[in-house]
């Protein structure tokens, strides 16, 4: 039977996991803009400098909420 | 076909898309309809960003011709800019504006790309829907005047004004702790769910006492924060309603919650029973993805605009002949305030110069501007249409004619019925629900006191009415939707009930009926010659008035064709010079020397010489189809037209309204206000339609305030629905539908009585058990849910009320960027 509670244990501490990275989402702003996203998605890369440009925007924008 | 043979033939815009006029701009091949055109595209040439044209055709927008510079001065003041950066973090700032002209994926393009046109911005993020730019900037490189100047130059206008300035950002938090709250019931509905299996299958005997225990601990320990901040909200909501003496739906979830809770906890920690966590947890999870559902709304469109939207953030201050920027709330009695061309008088106000020319459309909804002298009150809300004035503030901004609109007290007090068909319907419930667990416990309590307080709390457990609470959400959320489709943009799904109700449907005429910039111009008379048409054009374009600039339009000839000179232009009479030596008048019948009495006010005449030779008629297009729509609402509705304008066109209005339909000119926006509310005094239900600033009283006072728009981005005031111009031909659609989804939310609350009967049946004998709760609550919000939606859908379906794609291409050449939004808008639905 301990076996049994060690798997609900580990199945929760998972479902946990997941819980966290909705809550990092959602604070990280991804449910604020649902639609722009989905056309910045579409551009075309061109320039390497803009992948970096990204991650600043993103870390820009945790800072910003904090 | 003959739609493209017409496109075919222009000559469009490279940047704008716009159709060109005589004078076609060419740069490295590509034709631009005006100079700012094609400075923006060498800007963006130069700057590698060419990019902008290939991601949607035609993306520009066309710069509006006026600009002085020094327009955005007053951003280099301190207490403004403070007030305008959101955040800094020493080296870099962050603004936020709202842009109403983002309109395409190119638009976010650019916008984003902005670090490239400047070294001083670090980055920048558009939020389409909500048509915002977040930029990140150094300060030290590039200023907060600059970097408006940069958005501005490249077409971007930026909408700064008080009201933006005031709230912003508070409702994304309040919209993420919801996700946090869906998310956490979420979790704990799966994790108790999954531990409740056991209870489920009869299993839960077979690992012993301590088994069961652990499991029943866990469930307890997940429910805490489903019970303790999943549910805040819904006990705030009944607590308000009871110190308000009103009993809300949240009043019964409430008890219900409490009961579950309480019971379930009890059953555990006595190890009685399993209690029934999983049904606490389903429910809330089940409302709060309802609450969601009908908190998504347009974000895009502002449904609370009031005067504060359209009235600048800043005025320049004449102190002692030195001019300062000061924020427009700051503006005193007494101070001396300069006003430049085309901007709006921010607060009542005398004039200190000889004479001015104020547009007072956007206040009253007449077309022609005002003459005012020297010394004349000037009223807030009139936008200058000569060139810069001084005046002196005679009322604060906030105690101005027509800023006092929005402080009377019966519009402060126009607390919008809000309260939705479930809590009128909770009024009863609640009580009966009470009154069956009382019976219920004393019945049960005259053999044993611990059976009563288990079927007591079994009755508020099942009674709790998630299934009712979640039928009109999801009913009338979806209706909404469905009428957003049609381009008709509700405020919350409440408005569908309101609309289904109203009696008296007030319609404002100019720009609501009318398309108040589409006046059709004709000359009845003998055909004028070239050389005549060139010089009654050249009288007419040295006037501002409206009427000049049609007629210029209409005769459509070159500037400068002829000579003038002795030009006098007399306020609400005509014009007159000398034209190559010949005198020509243009003006009202009196003024070009006829009789007065017959002739009508909507004709301009003309004389050469002192001999009439015809005369320019202008007559208002009205909207199609406009006459059949107010056959259909004729024989439901009581009609009435107010207008700010004068009746020119009432025997028009006349045959199409009929002889019993009250019509009325020249209303204020006082008037109109008042007129609404003596029609509610009476006890109708009123639907008021109206466009601009002047219907702004009257669309609050109403219980339905619909603003017609033809471009719904730009332009509305406070409303409960923000409607396509386009679509007004369909209003009755509208209200009929709206009327039968009312219908399909009854029988929504009918189908949940009867599961709530059901389970009140099995409560009151003392037989609900965790599994029929488990199975019973799930099934009976998800077959609402089902229903609310799916029977929505099959009924716009039957009102045809779908995507007029279609349409969008034939309108392009009336009004592009209405169209470039509602394709987006479409894509973006589909």
Redesign the interface.
């Known amino acids: ?1 301990s076996a ?2 060690v798997l ?1 244990l580990i ?2 501490t998972v ?2 996991g ?2 966290i990275a ?2 990092w989402a ?2 990280d702003g991804q ?6 996203p989905s ?2 998605m ?3 890369d ?1 320039k390497p400098s803009k992948s970096k ?1 990204k991650d ?2 993103l870390n ?2 945790t ?2 909420k904090q | 076909m003959q739609e493209d043979a017409i496109i075919e033939t222009a000559i469009c815009c490279y940047h704008c898309g716009d159709e060109c006029n005589d004078d076609v701009l060419y740069k490295d091949e590509k034709a631009f309809c005006c100079r700012g055109c094609s400075t923006v595209y060498t800007l963006l040439k130069e700057h590698e960003l060419s990019d902008y044209y290939q991601i949607a055709s035609a993306p520009g927008i066309k710069k509006s011709k006026e600009k002085r510079t020094g327009k955005y001065a007053w951003l280099d003041e301190a207490d403004i800019r403070d007030e305008l950066i959101r955040f800094n973090n020493g080296t870099l700032s962050t603004v936020v504006f709202r842009i109403p002209s983002i309109h395409c994926s190119s638009c976010i393009w650019l916008l984003e790309n902005l670090y490239k046109l400047s070294e001083g911005v670090q980055s920048s993020t558009v939020n389409f829907m909500r048509k915002e730019i977040s930029i990140r900037f150094d300060e030290k490189v590039i200023s907060l005047r600059q970097l408006v100047e940069l958005v501005d130059s490249i077409g971007y206008e930026p909408e700064i004004n008080i009201e933006n300035k005031d709230k912003q950002a508070a409702h994304i938090n309040r919209d993420r702790s919801l996700f946090y709250k869906i998310g956490i019931a979420g979790f704990c509905f799966g994790n108790i769910m999954l531990l409740s299996f056991p209870e489920y299958l009869g299993l839960n005997h077979i690992g012993g006492i301590a088994f069961r225990e652990l499991f029943g601990y866990l469930n307890l320990l997940l429910a805490l924060p489903v019970f303790f901040y999943c549910a805040i909200d819904y006990y705030r909501s009944a607590w308000t309603g009871l110190r308000q003496k009103e009993l809300n739906l949240d009043l019964p979830i409430t008890l219900g919650i409490i009961a579950l809770f309480g019971r379930s906890a009890y059953e555990i920690l006595s190890a009685t029973g399993s209690g029934y966590m999983d049904s606490l947890a389903g429910l809330l999870f089940f409302m709060l993805i309802g609450k969601w559902f009908q908190s998504r709304t347009y974000e895009q469109l502002s449904f609370e605009r009031d005067y504060k939207s359209y009235f600048p953030i800043a005025v320049t201050r004449l102190n002692n002949g030195k001019k300062e920027n000061i924020a427009i709330e700051k503006a005193e009695v007494g101070d001396i305030l300069k006003i430049y061309h085309e901007e709006l008088i921010p607060a009542d106000a005398y004039l200190l110069d000889d004479k001015a020319a104020i547009d007072y459309s956007f206040v009253s909804g007449e077309s022609d501007p005002v003459m005012i002298k020297n010394g004349q009150s000037i009223f807030a809300g009139g936008r200058l249409k000569s060139p810069s004035i001084k005046i002196r503030v005679k009322n604060k901004v906030s105690q101005s004619y027509l800023t006092s609109l929005w402080n009377q007290e019966s519009i402060q007090q126009t607390n919008k019925n809000e309260r939705s068909l479930a809590d009128k319907l909770s009024r009863y419930f609640t009580p009966a629900v009470l009154f069956i667990a009382v019976l219920t416990a004393i019945y049960w309590g005259m053999e044993d006191w611990g059976k009563a307080v288990l079927a007591f709390t079994s009755v508020l457990i099942v009674a709790c009415p998630c299934a009712l609470a979640l039928s009109s959400p999801f009913t009338l959320g979806n209706a909404m939707r469905m009428l957003g489709r049609s381009r008709f943009y509700l405020k919350n799904p409440w408005v569908i009930e309101r609309m289904a109700e109203a009696t008296h449907i007030v319609f404002d005429k100019t720009g609501t009926l009318s398309l108040s910039e589409n006046a059709k111009v004709e000359f009845i008379g003998n055909e004028l010659s070239l050389e005549l048409k060139a010089k009654i054009a050249e009288l007419c374009a040295q006037s501002a008035h409206p009427v000049s600039r049609l007629i210029v339009d209409y005769l459509g000839v070159q500037n400068g064709a002829a000579s003038l000179s002795h030009f006098r232009e007399i306020p609400g009479k005509g014009l007159e010079a000398l034209l190559n030596g010949d005198r020509v008048k243009v003006g009202k019948a009196a003024f070009v020397g006829l009789d007065d009495r017959k002739a009508l006010n909507a004709k301009s005449y003309v004389s050469v010489n002192g001999a009439t030779i015809g005369y320019f008629t202008l007559a208002y297009q009205y909207r199609k189809g406009l006459s059949g729509l107010i056959r259909k609402l004729k024989d439901r509705y009581k009609l009435s037209l107010l207008s700010g304008d004068h009746d020119t066109d009432s025997t028009l209005l006349r045959k199409w309204f009929g002889e019993e339909v009250p019509l009325y000119f020249r209303q204020s926006p006082h008037d109109k206000f008042r007129y609404i509310e003596r029609l509610k005094e009476k006890g109708n239900k009123v639907i008021m339609v109206g466009d601009g600033l002047n219907d702004a009283g009257a669309l609050m006072k109403s219980d339905v305030g619909i603003a017609v728009a033809d471009s719904i981005n730009n332009f509305s005031p406070a409303c409960d629905v923000i409607m396509d111009g386009t679509e007004l031909n369909k209003l009755d659609k509208f209200l009929n539908y709206s009327k039968k989804s009312i219908a399909l939310v009854k029988v929504a609350f009918i189908i949940s009585l009867l599961y709530n009967t059901i389970g009140i049946g099995f409560a009151v004998a003392g037989m609900l058990s965790p599994l029929l709760a488990a199975i019973l609550m799930p099934l009976s919000s998800i077959s609402i849910v089902a229903f609310g939606t799916s029977s929505t859908w099959l009924l716009a379906k039957k009102h045809r009320l779908q995507n007029p794609i279609d349409k969008v291409n034939i309108n392009k050449k009336y009004n592009t960027e209405s169209n470039r939004n509602i394709e987006q808008k479409l894509i973006q639905q589909v």
């Open positions: 039977m049994i509670i609900i199945s929760i479902a946990l997941f819980l909705f809550f959602v604070k449910y604020d803009d649902e639609y722009t056309i910045r579409l551009w075309d061109n440009e600043k925007n820009a924008n800072k910003k």
